[in-house]
């Protein structure tokens, strides 16, 4: 059974950091692209960031600098990095597998998807 979770999520400060992790299970990432994404209240879903199958990364330009994403095979978990955030990073965060996909931006790219984790940014 595929299985997505995400963890991580709270309650931070403007400027504040947060680690989001995404531990996969019934499969292995390796051979999987990871996005994550964000839906702030009253807000369409956004992409944040993305890592491919072979590793290239993708951020969107609110995040740039700001986020990293990376992987840990061994422990069959992606990561989102989250530093100097701020108000408008708040919202419902979400990640997503696509088998041997790009880690792009575009939510119709990944077949599953977790159930999201809460970030609030509040001072």
């Known amino acids: 059974q595929y299985q997505l979770v995400e963890s991580g999520g709270g309650l931070v400060q403007p400027g504040g950091s947060l680690r989001l992790s995404c531990l996969a299970s019934g499969f292995t990432l390796d051979s999987y692209a990871i996005g994550w994404f964000r839906q702030a209240p009253g807000k369409e879903r956004e992409g944040v960031s993305g890592?491919?199958?072979?590793?290239?990364?993708n951020y969107a330009d609110s995040v740039k600098g700001r986020f990293t994403i990376s992987g840990d095979n061994a422990k069959n978990t992606v990561y989102l990095q989250m530093n100097s955030l701020k108000l408008e990073d708040t919202g419902d965060y979400y990640c997503?597998?696509?088998?041997?996909?790009?880690?792009?931006?575009?939510?119709?790219?990944?077949?599953?998807w977790g159930q999201g984790t809460q970030v609030t940014v509040s001072s």
């Open positions: 997503a597998a696509a088998y041997y996909g790009l880690g792009s931006a575009e939510a119709n790219e990944y077949p599953f």
């Open positions: 890592i491919s199958s072979s590793g290239s990364t």
